[in-house]
């Protein structure tokens, strides 16, 4: 089995920072992309920063220059430094990996269970 557990959400004031933590656990044969989403209230799910294996990244246009992803692939652990943050900001984030376990060949998508994230103006 695995287990994505995030951690670092909380409230802020805006203009302030927040790093997301997310460390996945079990029968990890490989990880490919890694990437974290946000779901504001009323809304959908949206992408906003994702990192492959080779360390390449990618963000939302409303995050650029603020946001950071990074990975640590000996922890198996994805992080997102969040700085300038914005009550736009606000919703609950999701870790997101691809990646294949031990007895399945297949790659899978997995979902972390979201970490709350607030920022007050």
């Known amino acids: 089995q695995v287990q994505l557990v995030e951690s670092g959400g909380g409230l802020v004031q805006a203009g302030g920072s927040l790093r997301l933590s997310c460390a996945v656990s079990?029968?990890?044969?490989?990880?490919?992309?890694m990437a974290w989403y946000c779901q504001a209230p009323g809304k959908v799910r949206e992408l906003v920063a994702g990192?492959?294996?080779?360390?390449?990244?990618n963000y939302a246009d409303s995050v650029k220059g603020r946001f950071t992803i990074s990975r640590d692939n000996a922890k198996n652990t994805v992080y997102l430094q969040m700085d300038s943050l914005k009550p736009e900001d606000t919703g609950v984030y999701y870790c997101f990996v691809e990646m294949s376990i031990y007895g399945d060949y297949l790659r899978r998508d997995y979902w972390g269970q979201g970490t709350q994230v607030t920022v007050s103006s």
């Open positions: 990192i492959t294996s080779g360390g390449s990244t």
């Open positions: 079990g029968s990890i044969r490989s990880i490919n992309t």
